[in-house]
């Protein structure tokens, strides 16, 4: 098997572990394109051809040496830090710094042997960092709003309207970019169709599900997208305590925000949803548990339709059942 790394990642640099001839050697290196370059280079020096890297998924700060290891034949695996965490509590770790995590992330990769992770090609990288642009530049804009309805002097206010105005200009500018970009890709429009067919479900909900659910066809089940959402349900349960049971939340946090406002409007418009909804309702479940129903029930659908390729209808249920 191959050797085993492990990397903690930060925004300006990450620590790596790796084990030789059962010596630990730890290194730290910038994270930019020149410290991937060093870090193959200390691998070399090791005598060490080839990897198995293991780090946590850390957003952007994780993709660059993600990206990097992968183009250079190694074997890279890209983990919920939720995994991570709870390897650390299983060898009832109590302290945190970035050294011993690296050697944390190693010893769960030698354990674990997590799957290799493969990057998501160029057209839906593209889609990924417009979409999460746009989602920044809307959360900077409702920032800006709160800012303003606090803001008691002129020229702050003058201020305030002038960064509001050119944040709806790029945030228009930016839409329309998605919009381009699936345009120009006939399977991303096919399947933002797809989407949008699915009532709740609207072109800025569907273009965020595709770029962050990435290739439907890596999942085998609806199950396993909601699980990649963190949507599955968690139990509470010991004994003859009977806890409420609440979403996991351990998965793809962007994927859970996206699908919230597209699940309160299913819950009134989505015959499917709408039905399964009373049915919780009737049944007690909080308003909170059957929101977070919907979203699952949401996934489920969108997973129908991109998996067989068959835009939505009320009679759903038969063919999701064919594909779960």
């Known amino acids: 098997m191959l050797p085993c790394v492990g990397l903690d990642i930060s925004k300006d640099n990450f620590h790596v572990e790796l084990s030789v001839n059962e010596k630990l050697r730890h290194r730290r290196f910038a994270n930019r394109k020149e410290g991937f370059v060093e870090l193959c280079a200390w ?84 889609l990924q960092a417009l979409t999460r642009h746009l989602e920044n530049l809307i959360e ?55 989407l949008e067919s699915i009532p709740g479900i609207g072109k800025r909900t569907a273009s965020k599900l595709l770029s962050e659910i990435e290739d439907i066809s890596r999942y085998s089940s609806a199950r396993e997208v909601a699980a990649y959402a963190g949507l599955t349900p968690k139990n509470n349960r010991s004994g003859t305590i009977r806890g409420k049971t609440r979403l996991s939340k351990t998965g793809n946090s962007r994927v859970r925000k996206a699908l919230f406002l597209p699940a309160m409007v299913a819950k009134q418009y989505n015959p499917i949803v709408r039905a399964f909804c009373q049915r919780l309702a009737r049944n007690g479940k909080s308003k909170m548990q059957i929101v977070g129903a919907a979203m699952r029930k949401l996934i489920h659908i969108a997973f129908g339709v991109l998996k067989t390729g068959k835009a939505f209808d009320p009679n759903h249920e038969v063919l999701l059942k064919s594909v779960s």
């Open 140 to 194: 900077t804009r409702r920032q800006q709003l709160n800012r303003l309805e606090a803001a008691n002097t002129k020229g702050v206010v003058k201020s305030l309207r002038k960064l509001v105005t050119y944040l709806d200009a790029e945030i228009e500018r930016t839409e329309k970019q998605i919009v381009d970009h699936i345009d120009n890709h006939p399977d991303l429009k096919q399947q933002c169709q797809l």
């Open 43 to 126: 691998l070399a020096k090791h005598k060490i051809a080839t990897v198995h890297a293991c780090l946590e998924a850390t957003g952007p700060y994780s993709e660059g040496v993600a990206m990097y290891l992968h183009q250079q034949g190694h074997t890279v695996s890209v983990v919920n830090p939720a995994q991570i965490k709870a390897f650390g509590q299983s060898e009832l770790l109590r302290n945190k710094d970035d050294r011993p995590d690296a050697g944390l992330i190693r010893r769960f990769c030698e354990k674990q042997r997590p799957p290799a992770w493969n990057p998501p090609p160029p057209h839906l990288r593209e």
